[in-house]
Antibody
């Protein structure tokens, strides 16, 4: 059974930092590119970041570029998102999602909630 | 950046057909994917490459792409189909290629 389990979401003050993790199981993690997608309370889905399965190339939404860093450790079947200089507008449920290369999101985790508030 | 436009809401009676549209420029050069998100749950892929269904998705779900509009069609709608539906494309010309529509709330009357 495919599983993506996010963790690390907490309440943090504006300007603070946070590292999210996503543990993958039930599929060959090395074969999949990975994404972070977020959803602010009561709002729609917003793509955040991508990391490729092979060469480690990365992409970021303009809203997080320069503040967030995506990474992966294939030996641990894990995906990460380092979030710095957090803003109130970063408050959201953060999902990790797997992409076999078709440009869409094959599998999703259940999300981890990040709240940025003073 | 690329913009996808969805109606905020669609309502349909049980047993009828629901059609949810997704508008964008030059859709013929792009593939459209659809996700279903029920309250409190993660999104689930229901249609990929305009009209393909993943394993486990009922045949009642179908998709099409013509001109500047893609359509998700749900036949014989059931109460359990009530959810938010999002379209998504991959824009290879962009620095941030993965784009979602704003979502459509499907209400089963």
């Amino acid at each position: 059974e495919v599983q993506l389990v996010e963790s690390g979401g907490v309440v943090v003050q504006p300007g603070g930092s946070l590292r999210l993790s996503c543990a993958a199981s039930g599929f060959t993690f090395d074969d999949y590119s990975m994404h972070w997608v977020r959803q602010a309370p009561g709002k729609g889905l917003e793509w955040v970041s991508f990391i490729s399965w092979n060469d480690g190339s990365t992409y970021y939404a303009d809203s997080v570029k320069g503040r967030f860093t995506i990474s992966r450790d294939n030996s641990k079947n894990s995906l990460y998102l380092q979030m710095n200089s957090l803003r109130t507008e970063d408050t959201a449920l953060y999902y990790c999602a797997a992409d076999l290369g078709g440009g869409y999101f094959d599998y999703w985790g259940q999300g981890t909630l990040v709240t940025v508030s003073s | 950046s690329y913009v996808l436009t969805q109606p905020p809401s669609v309502s349909v009676a049980p047993g009828k057909t629901a059609r949810i549209t997704c508008g964008g420029n030059n859709f013929r050069s792009k593939s459209v994917h659809w996700y279903q998100q029920k309250p409190g749950q993660a999104p689930v892929l229901v249609i990929y490459y305009d009209s393909d269904r993943p394993s486990g998705i009922p045949e009642r779900f179908s998709g099409s792409n013509s001109g500047n509009t893609a359509t998700l069609t749900i036949s014989r709608v059931e109460a359990g189909d009530e959810a938010d539906y999002y379209c998504q494309v991959w824009d290879s010309t962009s620095d941030h290629p993965w784009v979602f529509g704003g979502g459509t709330k499907l209400t089963v009357l």
